[in-house]
């Protein structure tokens, strides 16, 4: 997987700063999985995001210019190697369908959004090992018929 | 994408009763979303889960043997076509590694389980459109050092 | 590419009965590609529809129940060997990223949707050729931001 | 998707400027669609064209020869990744067959050019949601028998 | 390659009646090639055709159907694995550029169509060995501009 | 796809010095696909027609080195997308098996070489539109029992 | 990997008559991996041949039909998965090149024939594990050039 | 294909010095395929052997270091696209099942090993074309039983 | 990934006479795995093992005659979408060239066998989550230099 | 197969000071295979690892940093053609259903996990050839049911 170098350079700027994503949450007033997704080119800024951000990570203005272009979404292979992004395939694999089944059940035929769609980490501390709860809101979008 | 015969018989069977997942919820004390992976032959049965299901649905009784085996999971291409699955496949490509810092960043090193996971389906009514809100808890596995 | 016993049936009825698309449109106040994709089951029809269908190519009212079903949608190999088909591989790698550059400078970064979307095929005739001309409307879904 | 480098700096150059495609469709009296295709190096320009192309966008004249040589055309993976683009991809999967029942039965068999073909990108302005119009024109070549 | 059922019939129907796409030939009024196309549902026959060649291979009329139904052409898998037709595979690998580069240099920017296309072979007897003299005419479509 | 160097410094060469592959044809006495060929690193060039080609574009001698070298051959994606190339693969999943049945029906079972072979490109003004001719003559190799 | 219903057959007959491949060889007058390839419909029988074999392994002439088509070729899939075969594909992969090399430094620029090929399998018995000794004898067919 | 830089570094080394595979085979004592598969780093040389060859080439002897290295095997993409290591992609596919089906009739369930393995060329001179003779022996592995 | 009809056959007996691989490791004398691979015909049993399996199943001796067979080998598809079997090519990913340094380090440059090759599975019990104990013995193969 | 720069400065730091995986085993209180995985970037150190291992190597504290960073684990094709590591695939395609019956049949339905896990490399001394014994342990992670 080869990324923009922009990508490393921001990591690598948050890093020295010692700023983590929920740090920047509070700086840019946007969830922090957006902005990691923006770290990554996969989402784009405005113009005021983008300042913020260069200035807490203390980077040239330069890249105000690439934050804010539509960048070309997608990463890494067809089918993730990465264990962590795999487990995401393998939901998706074991429970699409039956996901399917039964949002459509309760919404009729159509798909929940991607584009008008946002998420949400929490870690949720437990005695038997932590877990990690994400929760993912997206539009409902029914098939429309013409 | 071809299934295992009993998924189609599941399917009819529960379309003749005119059961809704929901519903086979409150006879299975299960999550409609596992009972739904359980018709796909995504996730196997208790001898218990699977008598209730065949007295529900009115069908042989010799369905509890398949339904209770452990199953081959994994369903359809390697990347889906269905416009609903592929969303989550979307979503993966787009958010995957977006989540995987943000994640990492909170618990170390390690990924969130596709094993010890639970999923719940919830209807958000909008007047600017209903939205599916979709709430996922892995357990965080660290990466055991050796 | 393995296509379920009824598209079959649907098209020796609707040849049977002389019936094209076009006459369809009339009788379902459906637009024909719309017809179409129901035919290959790339659409769900409501009761009323699927009744008015069955009726028209006098075929056992038991298809309805098959015809009112939320479909797995996607149809053919991942690049499609059919020539007709191809062709829209085709424009999509060559002009997707172009039309992706100039939707975007309009409407700003998001997507045109393919589920709010509607079709329209017509028959130009020209003297050095008749030509396809074919309508899309997709509704604009700009990225959510959270 | 390695671009060629000159697609990088024709898009700078035309920031720079402050140009839409819009302008650039009236500047050089090509459609704005066609002209980003050139951009990507998907299609060839005259003398005329790279030559106002060039002036307006302030770079170097050595252009001209790269704008006016006959590109390989294709652009990206295999299945795009970028949703945008993917979103083709997915008419083509669920609406390619469709089509070709309706098309060739109101034209007999054969294709749709892509290329005698041409396309047209509208803004549709929708209090529900703006609209993406997108008109392809393509004749439609029938096989020849021999 | 899994074929429809008609093809193995007409094969066997043609064995039995001693018949070689040569002779069809002088029966039917169209090029060998084309007819053996025919054979494989990558051709669709007129009413007319279709009747020689049933009367022909003294088959049921009911084949008439499915020989002038407009087929979903494409044969085998991606990279083809039997050595005959892997020939054609490597003969696109290999000479697919020098082609387009001498070709486009002659016309200009624009394909050799595939679809108002004809080929023809002959046997080239060679005391070094007989030679496949393969012939084959396309129109030259130049890409349209707009 | 990646190309050698030396090919685009071949193409510039040529360029500048305003040859034609036809122009080539007659300074090499070789046919112009070839030539092309040769030009993709797809042939294998002899002492005497590389120092004609290395100075009939005025290039460095030390050119002759790598045109003489025996090159590793294949061009391009495992399913080419550009248009021009993609319509030979089109023809071999079309017409692929028709020829083979027309072409072993005459020779017996084996193959067309790829190998001993050669090609031959002729423009064929046509008011109807131009059309290329293109002949393909390749030895019949018959399978070796043993 | 999908095998034509005669392969098993032919070899539930040769087990049932207790025939070893060596057993044919001296039956068919034909080396035994040749045979071996009939067998698996990779080679095409003479009517003597197949008349021969027919009447070894006792079974209906019918078979001498199939025997004697040329068949389509290639088995199993892209990558071979059983491990006897995967050997082969290794070897290609580790010393493809290297005997490209060689070879071509011994022959010129060309190709070992496939086609006009024979193949030779003996077991050489060695007291620090058996050795299998595998000749391929193939036509070195050098590149032409027109 | 990318191979390691050291791979041109060596055969621009074998041919400044004019020797051929042949000539190194005397002067490391190794066979000619085994060195070409040294030179692809394919195989991994010991000491003495990398400094013969390194004195033979008459390069610097920071190579042996490499050459010494035991290597990440396999060339070339899955299909490779090279006419010459194509044919034994084709023999693997054509002859692979029923080479199986000979040998493991004389040795039993097993494989020929890859490792325990070594080729030698030939040119055989005939009127009728040379042909390459190609002698491999590997160790046969019977299946372990546990 | 279709088995071969005696695989639910054997399975389905077995579970029939609630025995379990253990129970059939003591019947047997051979590894609860090895049978494991036997049930999926990834072994061949000798006469003795079919007879003793075929007995304590409760199965038809003609079941001998397919045990017995030497089985093309390999299940599943190419990137296993089953969880279980996931992880092991995840290992493989993730653990592969480290395997490939630390055991070629301590043997020289050669392979694990995959056919000369044990392997046991013992079940530890853990207050915090049992653990699977997979101990594989594989025999160390050199490369043969020639 | 394109590892990051700092692997192959691990390496040849390590093989300049003549250290092995098991020198490094006993300086980092680590086992060697996952000090290995660490040298691949297929495992995170601690700081305190990383200070031990750069010191050992004597190379730039500046590599703690990145040795210390999650990294995006998995490596090589999607289908290894190393053959040491390919003999890992085939051990997955040939053995990985039978694990799965055997683990399932003791543990219940779940995976082995490839997080919580370890491994171990020990050789065995044998006169008819030393044996690579490998020890994988990881937890059993029975499907949580909700």
């Given at each position: ?23 920047l949450?509070?700086i840019l007033n946007r969830?922090?999985?957006w902005i990691?997704?923006a770290?990554?080119?996969?989402a784009a800024m405005s113009e005021e995001e983008a300042k913020l951000l260069v ?9 105000i210019?690439?934050l804010t ?78």
């Open positions: 997987m080869e990324l923009p170098e922009i990508v490393s350079h921001l990591f690598a700027a948050k890093k020295a700063k010692g700023l983590s994503f929920a740090d949450e509070k969830d922090e999985v990691a997704a770290f990554y080119r996969q200035e807490a990570l203390g980077i040239a203005p330069i890249y210019d690439t272009d539509y960048p070309t979404k997608g990463l890494g292979p067809v089918v993730p190697t990465d264990p962590f992004v795999y487990r995401f395939y393998e939901i998706m694999q074991v429970y699409g369908f039956p996901l399917k089944s039964v949002i459509q059940e309760k919404f009729g035929d159509g798909i929940m959004s991607a584009i008008d769609f946002t998420m949400d980490v929490e870690k949720e501390v437990d005695p038997k090992g932590d877990r990690v709860k994400l929760t993912m809101s997206g539009k409902f979008l029914p098939y429309k018929k013409w």
